[in-house]
């Protein structure tokens, strides 16, 4: 039996998978094992995969076929350190930005998805996008390793860039 913490990942997972389904009106479900047969430790799997293969448990949520461009990580968590951003380094958004980026492909449009009790969902996103985006209220986040991230509020993001993000994600395939 699972734990309580994998339930509620798992159960983001689905929600996320659910929320873009419905966004998009295309099929778009949560990864068997929330993406950790090719990511981690097990990166070497993906070598021996072909494309679709791979692409079938890269990141945690697995897009319509013509996604081919779209990477996800979804994290649901009871808290946030949101003063840390101010201050440099946020260890624990270091941590899932790198293992969105550990099953990347170049190109990749790769999105965390955030969940935090009593504050809301957010997503964070490369900034190289930037300037394809209505963006509201946001902010920059310097990672260490991967460039800069926007994070921003998950359901303004989506509702003003719907179509942005799929034609990104898709890139002429949809």
Known sequence: ???????KGSGYEREVARFLSETYHESFVRVPN?????GGQNQHRKKSLDQNQAKSFKGDIIPPDAWQKFNSE?????????HQL?????RQLE???EQCMTVADPGDF?????????????AAFQSQWQSHFQLQNHLIYHSTNHGSWII??????FQINSTTIKD???QTLC
């Open 110 to 122: 790769n999105m965390v998805f955030m969940k935090f009790n009593h504050r809301g969902t957010f």
């Open 34 to 38: 929330s993406g950790a047969f090719i």
């Open 168 to 170: 990104i994600s898709c």
């Open 1 to 7: 039996m699972s734990s309580k913490s994998k339930q």
């Open 95 to 97: 941590s899932w930005i």
């Open 74 to 82: 979804c994290k649901n968590y009871a808290d946030f350190p949101f």
């Open 152 to 157: 921003t509020d998950l359901e303004t993001l």
């Open 86 to 90: 101010f201050k440099g380094t946020v």
